[in-house]
C-alpha cells in the first residue's frame, strides 16, 4: 500500500555532512508527521527530528544545531541533512510517517522505512 524508501546514508569522517532522504509512495490520501529516528548498535531507537503537516520542526537536543528536517509536501519526501557528524551519531536511520491512504482517509496508519546506515568514523 504505502512504501517508505530511505537513501543517502554511507560512511563520513568526524565533522562531515551527509543529507539522507525518506521517500513515500504508493496509495497516498495524505501524510501527517514525517520524521526521523535512529538505532545505534545496543541501543534502543531514538527519535531525532520530527516536520509537522503544519510545518514545525522539533529535534533531539544531541543534534540541535547539526541536523535540519525539511520536507517537500509535492514529492512526498522528508530529508535530513547532518552537518557536524560525530562518530555517536553512528546509527541506522529510519524514518516514520503518519499516512492517510486512498482506501482508509480516516485514520492514520504508521509506516516505517527499511533504515539506512550512517557511520561516522575516521
Known amino acids: 500500500q504505502v512504501q517508505l524508501v530511505e537513501s543517502g546514508g554511507g560512511l563520513v569522517q568526524p565533522g562531515g555532512s551527509l543529507r539522507l532522504s525518506c521517500a513515500a509512495s504508493?496509495?497516498?490520501?495524505?501524510?501527517?508527521?514525517m520524521d526521523w529516528y535512529r538505532q545505534a548498535p545496543g541501543k534502543q531507537r531514538e527519535l531525532v527530528a520530527v516536520f509537522t503537516s503544519g510545518g514545525s520542526t522539533n529535534y533531539a537536543d544531541s543534534v540541535k544545531g547539526r541536523f535540519t528536517i525539511s520536507r517537500d509536501n509535492e514529492k512526498n519526501t522528508v530529508y535530513l541533512q547532518m552537518n557536524s557528524l560525530k562518530p555517536e551519531d553512528t546509527a541506522v536511520y529510519y524514518c516514520k510517517a503518519m499516512v492517510a491512504t486512498r482506501e482508509v482517509i480516516y485514520r492514520y496508519l504508521e509506516v516505517w522505512g527499511q533504515g539506512t546506515l550512517v557511520t561516522v568514523s575516521s
Open positions: 504508493g496509495s497516498i490520501f495524505t501524510i501527517n508527521a
